[in-house]
Nanobody, 115 residues
């Protein structure tokens, strides 16, 4: 059974940092494409960053230069380092892993940036 467990969300002040983690089990992690998405209240879910199987990354313009995706294949974990946070970054953040056979989502973790 595939599980994606996210952690690291919370309340942070403007300009602060958080690191989200998404630990995967039951999946061939090293060959998966992966991404982070977010959904703010009343808005559609949007892409934050996507990393292809080959390691190519695509960031949303709104987070370029502030957010960084990384992965640790030994730990089956993908991370999202978020720096210089802004109030508009407030949302539920979801990780997503895409394998050859399926597409998996985490349960989401709340990030709130207070001014």
């Amino acid at each position: 059974q595939v599980q994606l467990v996210e952690s690291g969300g919370g309340l942070v002040q403007v300009g602060g940092s958080l690191r989200l983690s998404c630990a995967a089990s039951g999946i061939i992690f090293s060959t998966a494409a992966m991404g982070w998405y977010r959904q703010a209240p009343g808005k559609q879910r949007e892409l934050v960053v996507f990393m292809s199987r080959g390691g190519t990354t695509t960031y949303a313009d709104s987070v370029k230069g502030r957010f960084t995706i990384s992965r640790d294949n030994a730990k089956n974990t993908v991370y999202l380092q978020m720096d210089s946070l802004k109030p508009e970054d407030t949302a539920v953040y979801y990780c997503r892993l895409i394998t050859i056979v399926n597409d998996y989502w985490g349960q989401g973790t709340q990030v709130t940036v207070s001014s």
